[in-house]
């Protein structure tokens, strides 16, 4: 993940990146704190699986 960060930074001069992890994924959460993101957003019962409701939570990486 840290190559895709530093290629989006120095070839596409992006700023900042977000990304969608639904509730039931702590292993996921846990990667993108690993790599500077902070949560910023709850989306509540953002999508449906299995007929269980699931809220997503967004995530937040800015990079000088």
């Known amino acids: 993940m840290s ?5 989006a930074q120095s070839k596409f ?3 900042q990146l977000k990304a969608l992890v639904l509730e039931n994924n702590p292993a996921s ?6 790599f500077g ?7 509540v019962n953002a999508i449906t699986i299995n007929g269980r409701r ?3 939570i967004e995530f937040c ?3 000088a």
Not at 3 to 7: E, G, K, Y
Not at 29 to 34: G, P
Request: proline share 0%; net charge positive; hydrophobic share 45%.
């Open 3 to 7: 190559q895709l960060i530093n290629i």
């Open 37 to 43: 993101f902070q949560a910023i957003n709850t989306n």
């Open 54 to 56: 699931l809220s997503c």
């Open 29 to 34: 959460m846990r990667v993108l704190k690993k």
């Open 61 to 63: 990486a800015k990079y």
């Open 13 to 15: 001069n992006i700023t």
